[in-house]
């Protein structure tokens, strides 16, 4: 035999023993999991968010007269209602003001009377050219101006009136007061700092922002956020706030730099529970309840582009399946989308996945 043949036939009877080997090889096992149904489950979407607490109306309060600080009837930090007396000024000379305003209108009440008088007297005489016209008009010129002068000096009463008003300075609404920067019996004036500033705490508003696509896919816009959004809210210790609350604003233009709309939604707080500055965790629920998929949590994986489950085929294949995830209750997630009721899906064992390698379903007893 010609021995440059050799080592062609040495690698030809390899490849056919390797043949051999691997054509006569036992199949690999069927791979046993733990699956599930997808089942249907009715619940409410929502969506969580961060919010800041807001007074709905916070005032600095400002004299609008001069004058000494008579009194102060209440006290740093005090729940006062609206209408409530916060500060007196000295009244004295705006009372004067008024009593002088009154006077001159009734002076010219008396003038305004006689000339009305007289140009109606001569008036009548002119008819039976007794008098000239000139005399006449005169009479009538002087009766206007006395009107003309009553029409200012009520203005001046009104104005005068206004002032007497400001020396008494009210709470405009119902309100909590804040330190107090001015005491009895100081001088102040229109151009004062704020005496004070008061701060309405019930009801309350809690801003937060919406993304652009959460409102279009759970809402489709702003009027149907109002309409159909219950809001409900956590705070910064993690308790649940038992008020539930409603939408109250949304802004007129989404934000192009974070592409969220802001909102704010209105919370009564009785309690003073919630305090302007703070923050608090939102939630955000539809009203109209909808009938997802439902599966155990434990299907649910995670990776770095997000939530996917192993659903197995007829041909017993686990296939990768990503998910968009709803609400987790009871152990049971519900999912957006990507799943279909009926759908077998592997809760245990995702290990066992290989290649080639069959999976074979053992199903989760019922309770």
Same mark, same amino acid.
């Given at each position: 035999?010609?021995?440059?043949?050799?080592?062609?036939?040495?690698?030809? =009877?390899?490849?056919?023993?390797?043949?051999?080997?691997?054509?006569?090889?036992?199949?690999?096992?069927?791979?046993?999991?733990?699956? +599930?149904?997808?089942?249907?489950?009715?619940?409410?979407?929502?969506?969580?968010?961060?919010?800041?607490? +807001?007074?709905?109306?916070?005032?600095?309060?400002?004299?609008?007269?001069?004058?000494?600080?008579?009194?102060?009837?209440?006290?740093?930090? #005090?729940?006062?209602?609206?209408?409530?007396?916060?500060?007196?000024?000295?009244?004295?000379?705006?009372? %004067?003001?008024?009593?002088?305003?009154?006077?001159?209108?009734?002076?010219?009440? %008396?003038?305004?009377?006689?000339?009305?008088?007289?140009?109606?007297?001569?008036?009548?005489?002119?008819?039976?050219? %007794?008098?000239?016209?000139?005399?006449?008009?005169?009479?009538?010129?002087?009766?206007?101006?006395?009107?003309?002068?009553?029409?200012?000096?009520?203005?001046?009463?009104?104005?005068?009136?206004?002032?007497?008003?400001?020396?008494?300075?009210?709470?405009?609404?119902?309100?909590?007061?804040?330190?107090?920067?001015? *005491?009895?019996?100081?001088? @102040?004036?229109?151009?004062?700092?704020?005496?004070?500033?008061?701060? #309405?705490?019930?009801?309350?508003?809690?801003?937060?922002?919406?993304? +652009?696509?959460?409102?279009?896919?759970? =809402?489709?816009?702003?009027?149907?956020?109002?309409?159909?959004?219950?809001?409900?809210?956590?705070?910064?210790?993690?308790?649940?706030?038992? +008020? $539930?609350?409603?939408?109250?604003?949304?802004?007129?233009?989404?934000?192009?730099?974070?592409?969220?709309?802001? &909102?704010?939604?209105?919370?009564?707080?009785?309690?003073?529970?919630?305090?302007?500055?703070?923050? %608090?965790?939102?939630?955000?629920?539809?009203?109209?309840?909808?009938?997802?998929?439902?599966?155990?949590?434990?299907?649910?994986? *995670?990776?770095?582009?997000?939530?996917?489950?192993?659903?197995?085929?007829?041909?017993?294949?686990?296939?990768?399946?990503? $998910?968009?995830?709803?609400?987790?209750?009871?152990?049971?997630?519900? @999912?957006?989308?990507?799943?279909?009721?009926?759908?077998? $899906?592997?809760?245990?064992?995702? *290990?066992?996945?290989?290649?080639?390698?069959? @999976? &074979?379903? #053992? =199903?989760?007893?019922?309770?």
């Amino acid at each position: 035999m010609n021995q440059n043949y050799l080592p062609y036939i040495c690698l030809g =009877f390899l490849l056919s023993l390797g043949s051999m080997t691997y054509a006569g090889a036992p199949e690999m096992p069927p791979s046993i999991v733990l699956a +599930e149904k997808v089942g249907m489950k009715t619940q409410q979407i929502s969506r969580t968010y961060i919010g800041k607490i +807001e007074a709905i109306s916070s005032v600095n309060i400002l004299p609008r007269v001069s004058g000494i600080i008579e009194a102060i009837p209440v006290k740093e930090g #005090q729940v006062v209602s609206q209408g409530t007396v916060l500060f007196e000024i000295e009244k004295i000379r705006y009372q %004067a003001a008024v009593q002088s305003a009154e006077s001159k209108i009734k002076q010219l009440d %008396a003038e305004i009377h006689y000339a009305q008088t007289t140009y109606d007297r001569q008036n009548a005489i002119l008819k039976e050219d %007794a008098i000239s016209k000139d005399e006449v008009d005169n009479a009538k010129s002087t009766l206007d101006k006395l009107m003309a002068q009553r029409s200012a000096n009520e203005a001046d009463l009104i104005l005068a009136k206004e002032d007497l008003a400001y020396c008494t300075i009210k709470a405009p609404f119902t309100g909590k007061i804040g330190r107090v920067n001015f *005491h009895q019996g100081q001088y @102040i004036t229109p151009t004062t700092s704020s005496l004070a500033s008061i701060t #309405q705490l019930d009801p309350i508003y809690v801003r937060f922002n919406i993304s +652009e696509q959460d409102l279009q896919e759970i =809402f489709g816009n702003p009027t149907a956020l109002q309409k159909e959004a219950i809001v409900k809210i956590q705070t910064a210790n993690g308790a649940d706030y038992q +008020e $539930v609350g409603s939408i109250a604003i949304t802004d007129n233009m989404v934000d192009t730099g974070t592409d969220t709309l802001t &909102v704010w939604a209105k919370f009564d707080n009785p309690d003073s529970i919630l305090i302007p500055g703070g923050i %608090a965790t939102v939630k955000l629920i539809k009203k109209e309840e909808k009938n997802l998929p439902s599966i155990t949590l434990s299907a649910v994986q *995670h990776d770095q582009n997000g939530a996917f489950v192993y659903i197995i085929n007829e041909q017993g294949q686990a296939m990768r399946t990503p $998910v968009t995830l709803g609400e987790i209750e009871n152990k049971k997630q519900t @999912i957006l989308e990507g799943l279909n009721e009926g759908q077998t $899906v592997i809760i245990d064992g995702v *290990h066992k996945i290989r290649p080639g390698v069959k @999976i &074979v379903p #053992q =199903f989760k007893k019922s309770n």
